[in-house]
């Protein structure tokens, strides 16, 4: 099964799946074999997301379903697949019911603010955003003690905020305009992307707390079927059942690619690869949306950027570069308060559900 092949749920210790009579340091290599395929494969889901925004931004401009129909179907049907495929690996435990919840809630919001806000704002705004979210993720990792703080992590985070905000006003601020007058199609828009750049940071952190117990193909089905769950409150808050519910057959292979690509292999990708990886590391690759979503904008949507959004996201990107660029501060901080599994809990199996220490 692919799933043993990429090696979920490591060992807590070397010798645990070693071979009799292998070298000491197996486990060492193969963790860093690891870490380079979840390099490799975030490269591989970032650009596929970035294409996705185009698709997103396209079908809700040329079809008629509404923003939140489109993620509603896109979201219940990952939950489904997800959950069946982690179904091997038995269900979470009840008593971490309100960090799955958690997670859950940010997740959903991370993707009903993405999707509103491309549609506000447009592919090219968002894909300026995208990059201040692994500062974000970094700011909430340090806070709660994941990841310490040092001088180039500082002066990312004083460039990403700034970036931020010039995305979102800087036109205003360089000519003096309205924002119809400097061409901002939403403030509201670029907001609820900048808030999705939060929701998302927070989830990427407490994915990392339960990746330490579970089967990270666990974690993001049950943080997805959470998720699926408080989208169809919202749906049904903002559109009553009725013929706004039904998919166009125009927006089904964009639902499909969704599904699929998007939500199955890239969040499963993600969930392996915050294993391995730090949080912010694992995020950090959003830095290359700007270049796949601005190009797929420009081919397929005739989106450019305007100056204020071109210089924002040149100071968000700056700011990531500073952020990453000192390996030194991407060690896990030894902490207290990270979730503890219980001794007594019975739900490990061969090192592929929660792991002992």
């Known amino acids: 099964m692919w799933f043993k092949k990429a090696h979920f749920s490591p060992p807590t210790t070397p010798s645990a799946r070693a071979p009799a009579g292998g070298k000491p340091f197996d486990f060492v ?36 379903v509404t923003p939140i129909i489109l993620l509603l179907y896109r979201e219940f049907s990952a939950a489904v697949i997800l959950v069946a495929l982690s179904s091997r690996y038995g269900a979470p435990l009840q008593k971490h019911f309100w960090h799955f919840l958690a997670a859950g809630f940010c997740f ?53 905020v700034f ?47 339960l990746n330490k117990m579970y089967s990270p193909l666990v974690v993001i089905a049950w943080i997805y079927a ?39 292999m890239g969040y ?9 990886l730090d949080s912010s590391q694992v995020s950090s690759f959003t830095c290359l949306q700007p270049m796949v979503g601005v190009l797929g904008a420009a081919v397929f949507l005739s989106e450019m950027p305007t100056v204020g959004e071109a210089l924002g996201g040149m100071l968000i990107i700056a700011g990531l ?16 308060r990270s979730l503890e599994p219980l001794e007594g809990d019975s739900t490990a199996r061969n090192g592929e559900g929660l792991r002992r220490r």
Not at 129 to 134: A, D, G, H, K, V
Not at 239 to 249: D, I
């Open 163 to 209: 970036g931020a905000v010039w995305v979102v006003a800087g036109d205003m601020l360089m000519t003096g305009k309205s924002a119809a007058e400097a061409g901002k199609n939403s403030v509201v828009g670029d907001l609820c992307l900048i808030a999705n750049c939060v929701a998302m940071g927070l989830c990427y952190v407490l994915v990392k707390q």
């Open 226 to 264: 959470y998720a699926a769950v408080f989208l169809v409150f919202i749906a049904l808050f903002f559109h009553p059942v009725g013929a706004e519910w039904l998919l166009p057959k125009q927006a089904i292979p964009v639902y499909l690619y969704l599904v699929l690509v998007v939500s199955v």
């Open 268 to 276: 499963i990708t993600i969930s392996w690869s915050n294993r391995h």
């Open 29 to 64: 290599d193969e963790e860093r074999r690891n870490k380079r395929l979840a390099v490799a494969g975030l490269v591989i889901v970032q650009t596929l997301f970035s294409l996705g925004t185009v698709f997103v931004k396209w079908t809700l401009k040329f079809t008629p």
């Open 321 to 336: 570069l500073f952020t990453v660029s000192d390996g030194k501060g991407l060690k896990h901080v030894p902490s207290g």
């Open 108 to 160: 959903f919001l991370n993707q009903a603010l993405f999707i509103v806000g491309v549609d506000l704002s447009g592919v090219v705004v968002a894909s300026c955003i995208q990059p201040s979210q692994p500062i974000v993720t970094l700011a909430i990792a340090v806070l709660v003690g994941q990841e310490r703080l040092d001088t180039n992590k500082c002066v990312g985070l004083g460039f990403a």
